[in-house]
């Protein structure tokens, strides 16, 4: 049996730059790219439920349990699996994110949301989050010159909301350090990325695919 896998989050508040660094560890470390939510069939229609911004808005702990289910169905179809194979695994968000966004920025218990987040997880935890960190002003201004801005729901909801989202995930990565990595999010992308992949291979070594 191969060894098990390892589980990279990538986390950070709408325009951190957090896709284009999960997209370049995983190509660094030979590793599958995924995504949260919508990375499976059954999470695709649950995306457009959460993030349209065409689809009447759901309440704060309707939001929470959708993530949930999405979750469940990420680590049932395409987390689990891939990990038991011995694959590592990049995913573009993960536990942290609803922590963060339905916890912190909706106002929800973080606590009681740790549990059920745990419970549709399965128990599965990252073996490492990176927080890609960057003022509220620097998203704001990425998203707009991308012209992203307003393109989901969550973008919508305006810097309070994500001063707290980014609160939340700066309190996670300070409860658990062994298991965080906090890294500038306005550093050159190429340099980041460079820091990022050296980080990951000094805490959990080269990826099997990264050996060949």
Known sequence: MPARGRLIALEGIDGCGKSTQANALAGA?????????GATP???????LLLGPDSPPPSARTE??????????????????????????VTDRYSASTIAYQGYGRGL???????LVTWAAGGLAAD?????????????ARLAASGGLGADRMEQLGPQFASRVRQGFLTQAAQDPEHWLVVDGT???AALTARIVA?????LGDAPAARR
Do not use: N
């Not at 980080?199 to 805490?203: A, G, H, N, T, Y």
């Open 29 to 37: 470390l030979g590793a599958r790219l995924t995504h949260e939510p």
């Open 187 to 189: 550093e050159d992308v």
């Open 64 to 89: 929470a349990l959708l993530m949930a289910a999405d979750r469940a169905e990420h680590v049932t179809r395409v987390l689990e699996p891939a990990l038991a194979a011995g694959e590592w695994v």
């Open 42 to 48: 059954v999470g695709g229609l649950l995306r457009q």
């Open 109 to 115: 218990d973080p606590v009681g949301l740790s549990t």
């Open 199 to 203: 980080s990951v291979r000094e805490r």
């Open 128 to 140: 490492l989050s990176i927080l890609v960190d960057v003022s509220v002003e620097v998203a704001a």
